[in-house]
């Protein structure tokens, strides 16, 4: 299938699976006149990368995790992996959080000193 009619199937743009070839997150053969063919497990193909990259995964670590999880077989490296990388977005989360609560202290003092007529210290 063209590059056209991937897009439409998948709902991806043409730019993002260009961009997936790039990352050699997928494969497309030239054909005359060097246009892109698909085959027709791309559509498979395009969906999972959709999924692994709403997952928080970065094209790198799709690219090591997709010769793996295309086949559906969950290998203990693969799920070992998926784990780890479920940790560090704990991780992130977990600082997120923190840093939420420091701006929530910031606009509560902030608020405090504008209702009270206060200015900041040094201003």
């Known amino acids: 299938m063209r590059i056209g009619e ?10 993002a699976l260009r ?12 054909g005359p006149g060097g246009r892109r063919r698909y085959p027709d ?9 959709q999924r692994l990259y709403a997952a928080g995964l970065s094209s790198r670590t799709i690219r090591e995790l997709l010769p793996r999880a295309a086949d559906g077989d969950a290998t203990p490296e693969l799920l070992e992996r998926l784990s780890a990388e479920r940790r560090r977005l704990d991780g992130r989360i977990d ?6 609560g420091e701006l929530d202290e910031v606009i509560a003092l ?8 206060h200015r900041c210290p040094n201003h």
């Open 19 to 30: 961009y997936y070839e790039e990352q050699e997150l997928l494969a497309a053969e030239r």
């Open 110 to 117: 902030a608020t405090d000193n504008w209702r009270t007529g």
């Open 41 to 49: 497990d791309a559509v498979d193909r395009v969906r999972l990368i």
């Open 95 to 100: 600082e997120l959080l923190t840093t939420r």
């Open 6 to 15: 991937l897009a439409a199937l998948t709902g991806v743009s043409v730019r």
